[in-house]
C-alpha cells in the first residue's frame, strides 16, 4: 500500500469501522453476481494495460482482482487501511492507495493521474448527499475520453436503491453513516455530473447474514460525455 494517509476527520469513523469489520466482510457479502458481471463488462470493453481506477475498491475481492487477471492496471482506493492491507495481499499485482474518495483528484501532489475506466461499486454510499454530485465530478475528471473507434471513459457504477442521506445503521457489528437514491434520482445525478448512461442492471441481493432484508442494487454503466 501506498501513499499518506488522506481520510477527512468526518470520515475517520467510517475508516474505523471497515477496518474492523475487513475481515468478515468478504463472508458476509459473497455470490457477488451483480458486482462481477458489471466489473466483465467493464475489462471487456478495455483493451489490455488499460489504466483502471478501483474507487472503495475494500478487499480487492472480486473487483481489483478481476480487473488485473483481465490484463488491466489497477490501482485501488479506499478510506480503510484495514481493508487496504487485506487488498495488497488478495491482489498483490494492483497497486492500492489510502485516499477519501471526496478527495481523488488528477493533478497536484497527491494526484493519481487519468483512467481508461473507474469501478465504483457502492462507494458512494459513504457519502452524505451534498457531497456525491462532487465526488461524481471527480470522477468525471480523473478519466481520459474514448477516442474514435476505441473505447475509453467509461464508468461501472453502482448504488443500493434507498432513499436516504448521511443516515446510521448497524453493519456487520459496528455502525456506519449511508446514503443513497432511488433510481430515477439516481440516474439524473449521474447524468448532471456529466455521464451518460449507456446501460443499467438491477439485482436483488441479501447478504449472507439472515437479519438483513434484501437490496435493490442497482448497476450504471456509464460513459464520460
Do not use: W
Not at 482506493?77 to 491482489?91: C, P, R
Not at 471527480?138 to 467509461?154: D, F, I, M, V, Y
Amino acid at each position: 500500500m501506498e501513499g499518506r494517509q488522506n481520510v477527512s476527520v468526518d470520515r475517520r469513523g467510517q475508516a474505523e469501522a471497515f477496518d474492523a469489520i475487513g475481515r468478515f466482510y468478504d463472508d458476509a457479502f459473497p455470490h457477488k453476481e451483480g458486482q462481477l458481471a458489471a466489473g466483465r463488462r467493464l475489462a471487456e470493453a478495455l483493451p489490455p494495460g488499460s489504466r483502471v481506477l478501483d474507487a472503495g475498491c475494500g478487499t480487492g475481492l472480486p473487483t481489483a482482482r478481476q480487473l488485473t487477471e483481465a490484463g488491466l492496471t489497477v490501482l485501488g482506493t479506499d478510506i480503510s487501511a484495514g481493508m487496504l492491507e487485506l487488498a495488497g495481499k488478495n491482489v498483490p499485482a494492483a497497486e492500492f492507495r489510502q485516499i477519501d474518495i471526496a478527495d481523488l483528484r488528477a493533478d497536484g501532489p497527491n494526484g493519481i493521474g487519468r483512467f481508461d475506466g473507474i469501478a465504483c461499486f457502492f462507494s458512494l454510499l459513504m457519502l452524505p448527499r451534498p457531497e456525491i454530485p462532487e465526488a461524481l465530478r471527480r470522477l468525471h475528471g480523473l478519466l481520459r475520453p474514448g477516442t474514435s473507434g476505441s473505447e475509453g471513459g467509461l464508468l461501472a457504477l453502482s448504488m443500493v436503491e434507498a432513499d436516504l442521506d448521511d443516515a446510521t445503521i448497524p453493519f456487520l457489528g459496528r455502525t456506519i453513516r449511508v446514503s443513497g437514491y432511488l433510481g430515477d434520482e439516481l440516474r439524473q445525478v449521474v447524468r448532471d455530473t456529466g455521464f451518460d448512461i449507456v446501460d443499467e442492471t438491477t439485482y436483488s441481493y441479501a447478504p449472507a447474514s439472515t437479519d438483513v432484508p434484501p437490496e435493490q442494487q442497482i448497476f450504471l454503466h456509464c460513459r464520460r460525455g
